[in-house]
Structures are given as C-alpha cells and as structure tokens.
C-alpha cells in the first residue's frame, strides 16, 4: 500500500526551503568549521576556485581542509565497514601460481602451574594450481600474561614455559591442520548434529560472486539441507572462512564482509584493536556460548588484520581476546612453498 | 569522482536544499539547519570514502543526515508532540483535514504525528526516507547500511501500526 506513504508525505507538514540568506550563511558555517581544522601541508596546490560565490567558498574549504584520515564521529561502523568493502573490492586479484598466508598464532590460556600464560607461534598455510597444499606451524614462545601473572611465574621459580623453541626438538614443525582438509569448509556442529560440509577447489572458490546477495545465494545452495546446522551458521562459517584463510578474489571478499554484516547476531563495531594495536572495524559474530569472534578489518585497505575470539576469561580484563590469528601476510606469488626440513606431513593434496 | 573539491560544489547545490527539507520534515527547521551544515561536512570529509560503485551520491547524504538525527531524537519527538498537541503550524496551509484515498477524513497531521512518535527508530527512518526522500527500498538499505529484507520488514511493521492507528483497510 504505497499511498501510506504518500499520504505521509503529503499531509506532514513541510517547510519552507532555506533562504538565499540561510543558505549563504550555511556556507559559511562550513568554512568556518573548515578554518577550525588544521591547514594544508605546504606547498599543497590550492584548489580549484571559479568564478562563482559557491565554488570560491566551498573551493576554500576543500583547501583548508585534511584529507579523510580518520573517520569523523557521526560515521557509523557500518558506514566504515562499507567502504573499507569498498576500497577492498576495487583491489586487483593478484597474480601467481601460490596463494600463501602466514598468520601469528595466539592463545592466551591458563598454563600447568594455573596463572595465565600467552602462547605465540608462525603458521603458513598455502594452495597450490594442482591441488598442492602447504603448511606448518612453529612455535615461538610461552610467557606469563601480565605483571601479575608474571610476578606468580616468578615466584614458582620462574620455570621454563612450553611451547617455545627447544621444548620438543622432535617436533619443531607441525602441520597444525589436516592439509587434505584444508579447503573443505564445516559448519558449527551443534550437540548430537551431523554438521555441514563443502570441499570446493581453488578454482571453483575464485569463481565465486562479488556481490553480497549473488554470493549468499550461492553458498545457500551448498547448504545441506535437513541436517543440524542452521542455515544462519552454515553462511556465518563459511563467509567468515572466505575472508581467512582461503583463496577468494578480493570481490568475493569484499561480498563476504557485507554478507556478514546482514546476517542475524552479526554486529559491526568500529575501532577494535588486534593484538598487535591495529585498529580497524569489526565484524563480530556470534560462537558458542559467550564466544565472540571479531574479523579486524582494516579500514583503509579492507583487508582482513585478524580474526580474534573474545570471551570472560578469568584473569583477562574484559574485551581481551583470549585467542587470535594476526594476520602477517596473505596473498599470491610464484615461489613454491617449501616446508621445513624434516616436517612431516607438512605438504599435501586436497 | 566527488573527490575533486569542484565537484562537491556540485554537490552541494544539487543537494542541500532536499537534505535541509528532510531534515525540517523530521525535526523542525531550528534543529535542520545545523544537521544540514553538518552533513555536508561530514560528507566532503569522507568524500573519499564514498563508493561510487555500492550506490548513489543522494542515499549516502540522506544516510548521513538520518544518522545526525538519531543524536536528535529527542528534539525530532518534540516535534512530532508539538504537532499531535497542536496541529500544523499557523503558516501550513491546512493539510490536516485533508482527506486522501481510503484513508477516512478523521485522519489529521496530529493523528499522523503521533504514530510517528510512537515508532521505533529504525521504522521512523525507514518510512521517513521513503516517505519524504522518495528513496527505493535498495536506496534506502544503501542510506542505512541495512540489509534490504530488513528494510521491508521495518517497512511491514510500521504498516501494520499505521493501520491499526488511523484505521484503515489494507
């Protein structure tokens, strides 16, 4: 029934538009404000100023004002995250016969002696044009998490922490999933469910749609039906899974982020840090229980930072991830994975 | 590209003048005329940010402005009191009693303010910029940075209260 709002808007009061006057003085407040806001650089070329009153005035503006480097207050985060998708999106796809990822691995957890300890480590995970799959993980140390953790450390005599180099020489590289599985992606589970599966291949997942609502179709149509998972999660796995650690176009991305952001449970939250004090906006999805897994994005470039799970653990102050990878590098090349000497299994086939 | 100074001009002159009348509409010109200088501020600032490729220059300017409001709800609920208390304003020219289609002759702008005033936020947009902005559901998704099936839902559920309020038949 479109009349209903035809009928708003007919019967609503207008106003009257602004005077030439009002308008002159609107102008003005604007270049005010943009007096307000730190100069150019120097040596910055003046901007285009015509002839005409307004483009002298909003061309004065344009001049005095910074570029966009930070967001100003009233941009929503979804306004944010919509144009870091953007700026995403416009990237090339990149070119190369490999697409590796190297993440830094992190867990913050309670260790043996029962005060927080924080667990880092280097994964690279890789795909190859024939089905090669790569990866390996490498730990890099174990500390005691915070002054206060770190004071009870020492006073247990300060003993040596593992995982950390040197802990087990028989196993300094592992595979930390299984390769043959690599690309397959699996829905939550719920209690006694079956879950939901999906084994693409590379190339099948470079095809995929850009555009958020050809992209949730299309994954909809993966979606097994009459099984456990909803279909809900079954797009919060695998759209979040698009966006880490497997191949996709930076469309597909892009699509991937404004999927998630419509889906139920979903919010977007902006200037969230990741451990390693990159600001970006968020996706935060729901897990399980009081879980919270937030995607960090970067808000210039859209690329992903990390993916960081948020939980009331105790002893981590609230807001602290207790789990994250950080993204270290993500892209294509054609140098050839090559694992570790003597890491077993670390290379494989999908 | 609406990245050259000289462009926003364009901007500016093309759009000012709707973007003040909505923002009048919603909450009274004493509270329009600054969230007008504002959104346009806001949006030479983020002109960089905006994407061309993900919809029209007018959806993200109403996007802004709607957004500015919602720091303003209090002052756009006044409004909406005031006219339910009232009636229009002595300068309108007497659209309350107007009657249009199937809707009875009983319905006034107080009638009309007071539902207003009595939906949620999210509905108020949603209808607001369709009703006044003239905006399509994809335009206003855009605008809000919503999903569009949320946009019809808000829609559907300020329908059904519009009806249930002024009375009439779907």
């Known amino acids: ?350 | 590209m609406i990245t050259a100074p000289d462009a926003f001009t364009a901007v500016f002159d093309a759009h000012y003048t709707e973007i003040h009348r909505y923002l009048g509409r919603r909450a009274g010109l004493d509270v329009a005329e600054d969230l007008a200088a504002e959104t346009f501020l806001i949006a030479f600032r983020q002109r960089k940010l905006f994407d061309a490729s993900v919809g029209e220059i007018r959806p993200w300017l109403y996007g802004i402005a709607t957004n500015l409001l919602r720091r303003h709800r209090r002052a756009e609920l006044r409004h909406y009191r005031a006219l339910a208390r009232t009636g229009p304003p002595p300068d309108d020219d007497g659209h309350d009693q107007r009657v249009v289609d199937r809707l009875t002759a009983g319905v006034t702008i107080a009638r009309l303010a007071e539902l207003l005033s009595r939906l949620s936020t999210g509905e108020r947009d949603v209808v607001l910029l369709v009703a006044y902005a003239g905006l399509s559901y994809a335009e206003v998704a855009h605008a809000l940075n919503v999903a569009e099936g949320t946009v019809a839902s808000r829609l559907s559920r300020a329908r059904t209260k519009m009806r249930e309020a002024l009375g009439v038949e779907a």
């Open chain 1, 1 to 350: 029934m479109k009349s209903e709002f035809e009928f708003i808007d007919r019967v609503m009061p207008d106003v009257p538009p602004p005077t030439p006057a009002q308008l002159a003085a609107a102008r003005a407040r604007l270049a005010e404000a943009a007096r307000a806001t730190p100069p150019a650089a120097p040596g910055r070329r003046v901007m285009v100023l015509a002839a005409a009153a307004v483009v002298l005035v909003i061309g004065a503006i344009a001049a005095l004002m910074p570029p966009a480097a930070r967001q100003p207050a009233a941009a929503t985060p979804s306004q944010v995250l919509a144009a870091a998708a953007g700026r995403l999106a416009a990237q090339p796809p990149g070119a190369g016969r490999y697409w590796r990822m190297e993440t830094e691995e992190l867990l913050r957890t309670k260790g043996v002696d029962g005060y927080l300890v924080e667990e880092r480590g280097l994964d690279v995970l890789a795909f190859g044009p024939d089905g090669d799959v790569y990866g390996w993980y490498e730990a890099v140390s174990t500390t005691p998490y915070g002054a206060k953790n770190t004071e009870t450390w020492r006073r247990a005599g300060s003993p040596r922490l593992c995982p950390a180099p040197g802990c087990d020489e028989n196993l300094r590289h592992y595979p930390r999933q299984a390769l043959d599985e690599a690309l397959t992606f699996h829905a939550v589970r719920r209690p006694g469910g079956g879950g939901a599966r999906w084994a693409p291949t590379r190339a099948e997942l470079l095809a995929l749609p850009q555009e958020a609502a050809a992209l949730k179709a299309e994954l909809s149509k993966r979606y097994p039906a009459g099984g456990s998972v909803s279909r809900a999660d079954w797009l919060l796995e695998t759209g979040s899974r698009l966006v880490l650690n497997v191949p996709a176009t930076p469309g597909t991305r892009a699509a991937a982020y404004r999927m998630l952001a419509t889906l139920p449970g979903v919010s977007v939250i902006d200037d969230v840090r990741d451990p390693a004090g990159r600001a970006g906006v968020a996706l935060q999805l729901p897990a399980s229980g009081a879980d919270l897994v937030q995607l960090v994005i970067d808000r210039q470039s859209g690329d992903l930072l990390a993916v960081q799970h948020v939980a009331p653990v105790p002893g981590l102050p609230p807001g602290v991830p207790w789990s994250a990878s950080i993204i270290k590098r993500a892209g294509w090349g054609d140098a050839r994975p090559v694992p570790p000497p003597g890491c077993a299994g670390c290379a494989g086939t999908y």
